[in-house]
């Protein structure tokens, strides 16, 4: 159960990492407006002369960086177009993807001891630990993911979200590794080597999500179904936008933004989110300063936002365009 449980964490963490934290409350009474990328809307509709998902072409001295923007989760059986990416994978030096969890000699012995702080306490089971309204919704999404309830009963409310995610995505025919896994893919049949920006340890994340109060965690709950919610009406519609480069439609079908802040109220998940972000930008201005091409995968929760990747790109004397 702890190398299940620990993969299931995880696919939060890569979730809300690319989001950039909120110290402002969101609830019912605020209106969060999330600012978009000026580079995205200088450059929007995104035209393109081949098919598939949007690409940005990332220009600076003699180096060459083309972006390719994706979200997750998207349908297992969407047969997107590929030929755009195809093209940019052409003389390319190399394709970097987001880190993969990887387990450390560190992370197994703080994986066990982390564990029993992520059991509800005192015995107590989920429906007693969460509000009647969230457990409802709890236990449709259950039925939806054909799974018992008493599979998650005593685990914490946000351990026990994050696996319902993942058994709901199965069985509505979600990828949580897609298009990550099809473009490691592509690469490799193109032999063009695939590295991977970042490390992620998860002893530390673990032992952080143990220690959030009881009120910061039904935050984090309540966040996790909505984004449950999303992906049960709205991915499918938001995927084939995204195969098909619409910029204005992915805006328009936006997933909630209470996972934002659930990543305010861990600090081991802001820790994560600051140094991804900081090694995402230094590794692709590396990347600017070298003579050829590389091709990076940027989730676009992180990419089509104020200040996101592109921005900071600019800001830092990047020209930004898009390529045909």
């Given at each position: 159960?702890?190398?299940?449980?620990?993969?299931?964490?995880?696919a939060l963490l890569i979730w809300?990492?690319?989001?950039?934290?909120?110290?402002?409350?969101?609830?019912?009474?605020?209106?969060?407006?999330?600012?978009?990328?000026?580079?995205?809307?200088?450059?929007?509709?995104?035209?393109?002369?081949?098919?598939?998902?949007?690409?940005?072409?990332?220009?600076?001295?003699?180096?060459?960086?083309?972006?390719?923007?994706?979200?997750?989760?998207?349908?297992?059986?969407?047969?997107?177009?590929?030929?755009?990416?195809?093209?940019?994978?052409?003389?390319?030096?190399?394709?970097?993807?987001?880190?993969?969890?990887?387990?450390?000699?560190?992370?197994?012995?703080?994986?066990?001891?982390?564990?029993?702080?992520?059991?509800?306490?005192?015995?107590?089971?989920?429906?007693?630990?969460?509000?009647?309204?969230?457990?409802?919704?709890?236990?449709?999404?259950?039925?939806?993911?054909?799974?018992?309830?008493?599979?998650?009963?005593?685990?914490?409310?946000?351990?026990?979200?994050?696996?319902?995610?993942?058994?709901?995505?199965?069985?509505?025919?979600?990828?949580?590794?897609?298009?990550?896994?099809?473009?490691?893919?592509?690469?490799?049949?193109?032999?063009?080597?695939?590295?991977?920006?970042?490390?992620?340890?998860?002893?530390?994340?673990?032992?952080?999500?143990?220690?959030?109060?009881?009120?910061?965690?039904?935050?984090?709950?309540?966040?996790?179904?909505?984004?449950?919610?999303?992906?049960?009406?709205?991915?499918?519609?938001?995927?084939?936008?995204?195969?098909?480069?619409?910029?204005v439609a992915l805006r328009s079908?936006?997933?909630?933004?209470?996972?934002?802040?659930?990543?305010?109220?861990?600090?081991?998940?802001?820790?994560?989110?600051?140094?991804?972000?900081?090694?995402?930008?230094?590794?692709?201005?590396?990347?600017?300063?070298?003579?050829?091409?590389?091709?990076?995968?940027?989730?676009?929760?992180?990419?089509?936002?104020?200040?996101?990747?592109?921005?900071?790109?600019?800001?830092?004397?990047?020209?930004?365009?898009?390529?045909?």
């Amino acid at each position: 159960m702890a190398i299940r449980l620990t993969s299931l964490l995880l696919a939060l963490l890569i979730w809300v990492a690319p989001l950039q934290a909120s110290t402002q409350p969101i609830g019912p009474e605020k209106d969060v407006a999330v600012g978009e990328s000026a580079v995205v809307d200088e450059l929007a509709p995104v035209v393109v002369h081949m098919p598939g998902p949007a690409l940005w072409r990332v220009s600076q001295g003699r180096g060459e960086v083309v972006v390719l923007g994706y979200f997750q989760p998207l349908p297992h059986a969407l047969d997107w177009p590929k030929g755009r990416v195809l093209a940019a994978m052409q003389g390319a030096r190399e394709v970097l993807t987001p880190p993969d969890p990887k387990l450390g000699a560190w992370d197994a012995i703080n994986i066990a001891l982390a564990l029993p702080s992520l059991h509800n306490a005192h015995g107590r089971t989920l429906d007693q630990v969460t509000s009647p309204t969230d457990y409802q919704r709890f236990l449709r999404f259950a039925a939806l993911a054909h799974q018992d309830p008493k599979h998650y009963a005593h685990w914490r409310p946000l351990v026990a979200g994050a696996a319902l995610i993942e058994d709901v995505r199965r069985a509505t025919g979600l990828s949580s590794a897609k298009p990550v896994s099809t473009v490691t893919h592509l690469a490799k049949e193109a032999k063009v080597p695939v590295h991977t920006v970042g490390k992620v340890g998860v002893g530390n994340l673990l032992r952080g999500v143990g220690r959030i109060s009881a009120g910061q965690e039904q935050g984090c709950f309540h966040a996790l179904l909505d984004e449950l919610e999303w992906e049960t009406t709205t991915a499918k519609r938001a995927g084939e936008a995204w195969a098909g480069a619409d910029m204005v439609a992915l805006r328009s079908l936006r997933p909630p933004l209470g996972l934002e802040l659930c990543t305010d109220t861990v600090p081991s998940l802001r820790a994560v989110i600051e140094q991804e972000t900081r090694e995402a930008v230094e590794r692709i201005v590396g990347a600017l300063g070298q003579p050829g091409k590389t091709v990076v995968l940027v989730d676009l929760r992180y990419l089509d936002r104020r200040n996101g990747l592109l921005d900071q790109l600019r800001a830092r004397g990047a020209t930004i365009s898009t390529p045909q």
